[in-house]
């Protein structure tokens, strides 16, 4: 801890601020004000910093507003900013249920980053995920037809191995680990070339297009892309939105029994999406896929660093229709997981 009148790093206090405030479910434009003055800041040479500092200027500053030049004023003066402490003596848990099988939970299997349509860098996004605790966390960017959230070109998706294998050596014995939400084709294809899934840890595939199609058109969809033999994990199945900025919209519809069938004979992990706004499957169907007795996966679908703590949504969903915690994968030692997920 900071002794009093030593300098507090304004950078680091901006993000907390920013991790809280997607914790929470702040508006975006609220942790956008704190992100972007973290980011103008850390670009800033030292000089500059003392010279606003010195003067008080920093609400001048290209990125920074009254309210974080409040912030960093005070974070450089050597005392926790009040708009921190006030964050951090509200921060309770964000569920009541779930924190036994929580604590069992080792990684995240679905995250994205700047990459896609993420608002942090995968390096932000894993440090986070180190800090929460996390003995492994995979990054999981859009595949390239997703052109709505920047997906991944073969040759992008390339360049982010490159990263995350300097960061799975940086940050050892933190396992980052590389995968894909690629998207379900209407052919029921995968959304990237075989050659390349073929080197990814982990394999989350989605449908994200015409989900208004008629059931057996979209049964067939899903259960192609769940035989494929590169897919891990069926992500979000029913794509319904509850809540939230972007609306709501109402489940797919298929054959839940075929499709959960597939699920348990291809080996394929049904994710339970903690997004507040997804909770997907739907308790009656994930009742049902507990009953077909396939593998499951808790994923937090995080697009920003606070949101790396939805995890607990799912847990507490998962915990109170009493799903073993050994048929969930990330629950897994990393060694275990990686040789489920590798299927040749």
Same mark, same amino acid.
């Given at each position: 801890? =900071?002794? %009093? +009148?030593?300098?507090? !790093?304004?950078?680091?206090? *901006? $993000?907390?601020?920013?991790?809280? @405030?997607?914790?929470?479910?702040?508006?975006?434009?609220?942790?956008?004000?704190?992100?972007?003055?973290?980011?103008?800041?850390?670009?800033?040479?030292?000089?500059?910093?003392?010279?606003?500092?010195?003067?008080?200027?920093?609400?001048?500053?290209?990125?920074?507003?009254?309210?974080?030049?409040?912030?960093?004023?005070? =974070?450089? %003066? +050597?005392?926790?900013? !009040?708009?921190?402490?006030? *964050? $951090?003596?509200?921060?309770?848990? @964000?569920?009541?249920?779930?924190?036994?099988?929580?604590?069992?939970?080792?990684?995240?299997?679905?995250?994205?980053?700047?990459?896609?349509?993420?608002?942090?860098?995968?390096?932000?996004?894993?440090?986070?995920?180190?800090?929460?605790?996390?003995?492994?966390?995979?990054?999981?960017?859009?595949?390239?037809?997703?052109?709505?959230?920047? +997906?991944?070109?073969?040759?992008?998706?390339?360049?982010?191995?490159?990263?995350?294998?300097? @960061?799975?050596?940086?940050?050892?014995?933190?396992?980052?680990?590389?995968?894909?939400?690629?998207?379900?084709?209407?052919?029921?294809?995968?959304?990237?070339?075989?050659?390349?899934?073929?080197?990814?840890?982990?394999?989350?595939?989605?449908?994200?297009?015409?989900?208004?199609?008629?059931?057996?058109?979209?049964?067939?969809?899903?259960? +192609?892309?769940?035989?494929?033999?590169?897919?891990?994990?069926?992500?979000?199945?029913?794509?319904?939105?509850?809540?939230?900025?972007?609306?709501?919209?109402?489940?797919?519809?298929?054959?839940?029994?075929?499709?959960?069938?597939?699920?348990?004979?291809?080996?394929?992990?049904?994710?339970?999406?903690?997004?507040?706004?997804?909770?997907?499957?739907?308790?009656?169907?994930?009742?049902?896929?507990?009953?077909?007795?396939?593998?499951?996966?808790?994923?937090?679908?995080?697009?920003?660093?606070?949101?790396?703590?939805?995890?607990?949504?799912?847990?507490?969903?998962?915990?109170?229709?009493?799903?073993?915690?050994?048929?969930?994968?990330?629950?897994?030692?990393?060694?275990?997981?990686?040789?489920?997920?590798?299927?040749?």
């Amino acid at each position: 801890m =900071a002794q %009093a +009148g030593e300098p507090l !790093d304004p950078v680091a206090v *901006l $993000r907390e601020i920013g991790f809280l @405030l997607e914790r929470s479910r702040a508006d975006t434009y609220r942790v956008r004000a704190y992100r972007g003055a973290a980011d103008a800041v850390a670009a800033m040479p030292a000089a500059e910093r003392e010279r606003r500092q010195a003067d008080g200027s920093w609400a001048k500053a290209t990125g920074v507003g009254p309210k974080t030049a409040t912030v960093i004023t005070q =974070a450089l %003066a +050597g005392r926790v900013p !009040d708009y921190l402490q006030q *964050l $951090r003596d509200d921060r309770e848990p @964000l569920v009541a249920g779930g924190a036994e099988l929580r604590a069992k939970v080792r990684g995240d299997l679905h995250t994205h980053s700047t990459w896609s349509d993420g608002g942090s860098p995968v390096e932000e996004m894993m440090a986070t995920a180190q800090a929460l605790g996390h003995e492994y966390c995979v990054i999981t960017d859009h595949s390239p037809r997703l052109t709505v959230a920047r +997906g991944l070109s073969p040759e992008r998706l390339q360049e982010q191995m490159a990263l995350t294998a300097r @960061l799975n050596e940086e940050m050892a014995p933190f396992r980052v680990l590389q995968g894909i939400e690629v998207d379900i084709l209407e052919d029921g294809g995968l959304d990237q070339t075989d050659a390349l899934l073929a080197r990814l840890d982990v394999v989350v595939a989605s449908v994200h297009s015409k989900l208004r199609s008629d059931s057996e058109t979209m049964t067939h969809r899903m259960v +192609g892309a769940i035989a494929n033999r590169r897919t891990n994990v069926l992500g979000h199945c029913t794509g319904r939105l509850i809540e939230g900025s972007r609306g709501t919209r109402p489940e797919s519809v298929f054959d839940a029994e075929v499709v959960f069938e597939a699920c348990r004979t291809f080996d394929v992990a049904v994710e339970i999406n903690s997004r507040p706004e997804r909770r997907d499957p739907p308790t009656r169907l994930l009742q049902q896929a507990i009953e077909a007795g396939c593998l499951f996966t808790i994923d937090t679908d995080a697009h920003a660093p606070g949101q790396l703590e939805f995890l607990a949504y799912g847990c507490e969903r998962a915990e109170a229709l009493g799903l073993d915690p050994d048929r969930i994968v990330n629950t897994w030692p990393i060694d275990r997981l990686l040789a489920w997920a590798d299927k040749g």
